[in-house]
């Protein structure tokens, strides 16, 4: 369950170049061209193609409830440099005890820029943090390679396929199905920045290569190669 900072519409999460806010009314334009849109909803379970009159009205305020609940999270892309334009939907909820499930969706004129990997990311950072989930959850279908690319940027991996129920394709689809556990999210955001830089390494090589050149120092033979080939590292 999320907690009663999110269940407000005032809670937004920003991100370098997005605000994820909760959907308003005055949203279902901008909802229906980008969810309308072929080449978005086809590659969703749920969304159907057309979108039938007032489904993007019935879907905003579904997402209104179930954020107010605080059994999911749904929220909109915004761009800060348009805030008024909603460019993209990202949400899920808890299908499981403590296992998120969600999907996302984004206007095709944005694709390739990396603002679905960077709303997953932030989406994922607050479920984390914010509720005691112990793992997310996404399904892709086999035919989306930018949606599993995302995913995998993200830190997910993939754990299983398998037909799933996709009510708006009219029936069960291959999927791929992803994960990411709680300890893993901990790690991969403990791993920082390396405490070296490629100058300070170019820094330590020339100094080195002077005190060679100087004589202070020996140069090191290069190492044998191996005979035998070397072991493979799963
Ligand atoms: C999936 C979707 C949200 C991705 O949005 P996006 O903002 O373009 O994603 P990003 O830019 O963050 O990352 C896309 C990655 O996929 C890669 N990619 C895109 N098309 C690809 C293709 N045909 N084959 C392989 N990789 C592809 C991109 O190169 C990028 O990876 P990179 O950063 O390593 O180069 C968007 O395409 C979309 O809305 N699709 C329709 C709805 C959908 O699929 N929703 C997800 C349902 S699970």
Not at 14 to 32: K, N
Not at 44 to 66: C, N, S, V, Y
Request: one cysteine or more; charged letters at 20%.
């Amino acid at each position: 369950m999320f907690p009663d900072l999110t269940r407000d519409d005032v809670f937004r999460i920003e991100t370098p170049r997005l605000w994820l806010r909760w959907p308003t009314v005055q949203d279902v334009a901008a909802v229906t061209a980008f969810a309308g849109d072929k080449q978005v909803a086809e590659m969703t379970a749920t969304w159907p193609h057309p979108l039938p009159d007032g489904e993007a009205q019935r879907r905003i305020f579904a997402m209104r409830k179930t954020n107010a609940l605080g059994t999911g999270l749904s929220l909109l892309l915004v761009p800060k440099a348009n805030p008024r334009h909603a460019i993209g939907f990202i949400g899920g909820r808890f299908e499981e005890p403590q296992c998120f499930t969600f999907g996302y969706m984004l206007e095709a004129q944005h694709w390739g820029e990396g603002l679905a990997t960077e709303a997953v990311q932030a989406l994922i950072d607050a479920v984390f943090t914010l509720t005691d989930a112990c793992e997310a959850r996404a399904g892709v279908r086999v035919i989306n390679p930018a949606s599993r690319r995302v995913l995998e940027k993200s830190g997910f991996q993939m754990v299983g396929s398998g037909l799933d129920t996709c009510p708006a394709r009219g029936g069960r689809l291959p999927c791929d199905h992803f994960r990411l556990g709680r300890r893993t999210w901990k790690a991969l955001k403990g791993w920082r920045a390396p405490s070296f830089d490629r100058i300070s390494i170019d820094v330590g090589i020339a100094a080195l290569e002077a005190s060679v050149a100087a004589g202070e120092l020996a140069a090191t033979p290069s190492p044998p190669r191996p005979t035998a080939p070397l072991e493979v590292c799963a």
